[in-house]
């Protein structure tokens, strides 16, 4: 069964009909869907005899029209009562004449149109998303390519990266929006474009995470560079990529009980743990570090950055198990009219979280309060240190007096149980 095909061109050879008999083609449909059997054949003469007859079922169950064995469809076309209700188990036969012909091969066309076209129904929400989606990709593209053009002297590198991630994001949601155009006009899906909007989909997934991780690390904000980690986040993000695309070109060419595909969905779910956790420890570290420098500004910004991740894997948990109860153990999936979900969450649950960082990090006159600037966080690094080494070897205490006009600093420490006083006076 072709599930992406909505007009089905069959070249069939006698050796085939011979060891064949039944031909399944399944597809979700509107109602006063018109279907057409077309013989392409242009010369049909004796002896040759072949009986031609299609049968209808309309079923509740998802699973039992998509995941039917052609070597059972034999069964239907025993069954004597036809059943005009509505619901589960309605169906419709009908018998064609005799048709006579001497060509070892037939041509056929099977053709399924509704009142959108050749879409079919369970499609048809995806591709308003995706056409919505392309739309505010378009709008996020020229509002943050416009702030950018505004203060280009005060951009942060990861400015670059975030511009970069919509860019990806805008170019994937028009190429599958033109792909369900090609399926609703045409009847026909494009090959090629799905494996380009795959590929494209794996690099800008690919792109967000390394985005993602280069900020919890603080790239461009406390660190001027990554240092010995760069080799760490190219390797996580080549390796993530590589899986990404086999994993999407799977799901194109190969069913869902594909152990190829089972084995890339395992190595991308292991990886986008160690991404997750990797993340939220780099996250805490930053943190820290600019707590210890008492730096409001930043450290306000990654609160809200931290935020937004916990609601993301929060969100993410639910959705999981929600799909795996309603689509995965269910042993009828009634609720097909919503399979369109399970695609369009996580691409929206992306979008919610570029809209933040894109927020957090947008373009503006005050750009610099949240770039490294080596002098400042210098001396924060000392003061760090220096704090810390007062918590490793002993407590101090400060107080500021004004004596006789001269500023009076009294400290004391207390180190290894021993006191000891200085007074130090300055004019």
Known sequence: S??????????????TLKKQSFFLFTKTMFNSTVINLKWLSEKCEPPVKL??????????????VFGLNPSNAGSYFRS?????????????FHQYPVIECKQS??????????????????????????????IIYVLLGVLWLGLSACFWRDLLRIQFWIGGVIFLGMLEKAVFYAEFQSIRYDGLSVQGAVVFGEVLSAVKRTLARVLVIIASLGYGIVKPRLGALLHRVVGVGLLYLVFSIVEGILRVNSGQGSSSRLLCDIVLAFTDSIIVCHIFISLAQTMKLLRLRRNVVKLSLYRHFINTLIFAVIASVIFIIWTTKTFKFSKCQSDWRELWIDDAFWRFLFSILLLVIMFLWRPSANNQRYAYSPLVDEESDDEAKEQLMNEAFGKSQGCWSLLSGFPLWVLKVTLNGLLVDYTIMSR
């Open 2 to 15: 072709v599930k992406s095909h909505f007009i089905f061109s069959s070249l069939v050879l006698q050796e």
């Open 80 to 92: 004597t009562a036809v059943k005009q209700e509505g619901g589960s188990g309605f169906y419709v």
């Open 105 to 134: 091969t037939t041509s056929m066309e099977v053709s399924m149109k509704g009142p959108h076209d050749y879409i079919s129904a369970s499609e048809w929400p995806l591709m308003i998303f995706y056409m919505v989606m392309c």
């Open 51 to 64: 009986s031609i007859s299609w049968y209808l079922r309309s079923s509740r169950c998802f699973d039992e």
